[in-house]
DNA sequence: AGCGAGCCCTGCGCGC
DNA sequence: TGCGCGCAGGGCTCGC
């Protein structure tokens, strides 16, 4: 998602805001009205992600000659290889956007929570459950709507202050910005991002008195990792989801890490895991990751290593999926 | 600290 | 055919 609103958003003005349900904007600190007074007329600089979270930077408007100075931000290579804008016959040669300096301090904030959508539309297209949609005019591409759909309303959209991010790295994937909206600052890095410090995690994950999967989904002690992918990961590295973290050896952990970076990578290589229209890019088109799948979603069907039967119990209010012969705690 | 329960929601598939 | 139930990719708060 991160990539394919990229090239859409960067550099471009919010037209016009709606609120179809203010249930959207549950972790936004006002009222609706104040998300579309502060968003409209606004310019996005960027989309950055850190895990599941998503943020596109505003671009200062109130500080005296923050636009238009510096930076001109190359779009060349539009659109992303993956992604199919609305209008493709829009082609300029490397075409240029002149972005104001990068000192946002404010960004509107994105999670899907579990059925959460960002389309990429036309001005003339509706999507079913469109709970907020921004129409957005991109110096580059022309008009086009942005409509975050959420058929569950656990996901959300809000304007959050950015704020510093703790170290000099950058705060996540996709600007070399410090700056981290303030909501997402306890969560941490996701073992993709550069600047994942592995020997940090491993000793904080070594500190935990609790059992694996669950550290795994912890967002304040590594990111990106749902349901799906820890599971995925442990069935690659043949670990229990069960396995207390204090009896886990470091060789395992390490090797637990590998499987999590490859089961991410795949994943995004893939365009995500869907089982059903509910899990789309920024065009609407499914991912294939759940035809990757070994243990997910796959109990009772044979395990693809050793034949025998995964199971699925019931854990944290979910479903845990493994293979208990090559599974066990140790 | 860690953990379980509960909550925020809608829609789908299944069994009866 | 129709209904009720369980289930679903997440994250946060609360009380123990």
């Given at each position: 998602m991160r990539a394919g609103l990229e090239p859409a958003v960067t550099g471009a003005v919010v037209a016009s805001v709606t609120v179809f349900d203010e249930r959207s904007l549950r972790r936004h600190d006002g009222p609706s009205e104040d998300f579309i007074d502060r968003l409209t007329g606004a310019t996005l600089e960027g989309a950055v992600r850190r895990g599941k979270f998503l943020w596109l930077p505003l671009a200062d408007t109130d500080v005296v000659g923050s636009r238009g100075t510096g930076v001109t931000q190359s779009l060349a290579g539009l659109p992303h290889p993956s992604v199919r804008l609305p209008h493709p016959s829009v082609h300029l040669p490397h075409p240029s956007v002149h972005l104001p300096h990068p000192s946002a301090h404010e960004a509107v904030v994105l999670h899907l929570g579990m059925s959460g959508q960002v389309l990429l539309r036309d001005r003339r297209t509706d999507d079913a459950l469109t709970r907020i949609r921004l129409e957005l005019d991109h110096p580059v591409l022309g008009p086009l709507r942005l409509n975050f759909v959420d058929q569950r309303i656990f996901g959300s959209m809000s304007i959050d202050a950015l704020v510093p991010s703790g170290d000099d790295r950058a705060a996540g994937l996709g600007s070399d910005s410090r700056l981290i909206p303030a909501q997402v600052a306890h969560i941490a890095r996701d073992p993709l991002d550069p600047a994942f410090d592995d020997r940090h995690f491993l000793a904080r994950l070594a500190g935990k008195n609790t059992t694996i999967k669950r550290a795994m989904l912890d967002q304040t002690l590594v990111?990106?990792?749902?349901n799906i992918y820890a599971d995925e990961a442990l069935w690659a590295a043949r670990i229990h989801y069960d396995q207390p973290t204090t009896t886990l050896s470091r060789p395992r952990a390490k090797a637990l890490l590998v499987e999590v970076r490859a089961v991410l990578s795949r994943a995004l290589g893939e365009g995500g895991t869907s089982f059903d229209a509910q899990y789309v890019n920024v065009n609407g088109a499914s991912g294939y990751f759940s035809h990757s799948?070994?243990?997910?979603?796959?109990?009772?069907?044979?395990?693809?290593?050793?034949g025998r039967p995964i199971v699925r119990d019931q854990f944290m209010n979910r479903g845990a999926h493994y293979c208990p012969y090559c599974q066990r705690v140790r």
């Open positions: 990111s990106g990792i749902g799948l070994n243990a997910y979603g796959r109990q009772g069907a044979a395990c693809p290593r050793c």
